[in-house]
């Protein structure tokens, strides 16, 4: 995923000896939705209305419902874990392999850089408060939220400060799916700006919970300044797609 001519010192480091977090969330997330009754591939959970059930429960047991969340005098302590559970539920395979695309490319550099620990504990805080920051700002909906989005908006913020100038290739439909390069900082702009307007425009309904990047890409580039300060800039060439994450 990076150009050996262009990479660092410290993305070959990373090539060589495997970014453990980034690669076990994604096999994480694949076999648990795998084993769930929505990734279709467990018989345990039967068919029909019973496989329907199956998923609603599993969706309102593990997913992020912010009417549960934000309203103190009928707050249950396990509704708190939410944030946390959610990150690992996605809502169909495309939901799933869209975000793991998006951690495999940005996850790996971003990783070396903090180191495993670091990148782990940041990777799931990041998500917890940008899961929670969508519940606080749509606090009466019943909707339930799930997916690693929020984490993965703070892993792209954070590489957009840390690894400004690395080049990455993009597929944007507007423009026939043609291979663009674009320095990263370019493509994660661009990127930001289409949440934050999806955000303003959007509801509270079913959807894409676009204020939820938003909140993730906003707190992960703000550790990254505090954390990190100026010291990205790395030239790696890393393949991406245009659009949402």
Not at 40 to 58: K, R, S, V
Not at 95 to 120: K, T
Not at 161 to 177: E, I, K, Q
Request: hydrophobic share 55%.
């Amino acid at each position: 995923m990076i150009d050996w001519r262009g990479a660092t010192l410290g993305a070959w480091r990373t090539l060589r000896g495997g970014p453990t977090v980034t690669y076990g969330l994604i096999a994480g997330c694949v076999l648990l939705f795998a084993l769930s009754p929505v990734g279709g591939m467990n018989p345990a959970y039967g068919t029909g209305d019973t496989l329907l059930a199956a998923q609603g429960a599993y969706f309102r047991d593990w997913g992020v419902i912010p009417d549960d969340l934000t309203h103190l005098a009928t707050l249950r302590p396990e509704a708190l874990l939410t944030p946390l559970t959610a990150l690992f539920v996605h809502g169909s395979w495309l939901h799933l392999l869209g975000n793991m695309l998006f951690l495999y490319v940005f996850g790996a550099m971003a990783e070396e850089r903090m180191g495993a620990l670091e990148f782990g504990l940041f990777y799931l805080v990041c998500g917890y408060l940008a899961l929670c920051g969508y519940a606080l700002a749509h606090a009466d909906s019943g909707q339930t939220l799930v997916g690693a989005s929020g984490a993965i908006s703070g892993v792209l913020g954070a590489f957009l400060l840390l690894f400004p100038r690395a080049r990455v290739t993009s597929l944007f439909p507007f423009l026939f799916f043609l291979p663009l390069r674009f320095p990263a900082w370019v493509v994660l702009v661009f990127w930001f700006a289409l949440q934050w307007l999806a955000a303003r425009s959007a509801g509270a309904g079913p959807g894409v919970a676009y204020l939820a990047h938003v909140i993730g890409f906003a707190l992960g580039f703000a550790y990254a300044w505090v954390r990190h300060g100026r010291k990205g800039g790395a030239r790696a060439a890393l393949p991406s797609k245009g659009g949402g994450g």
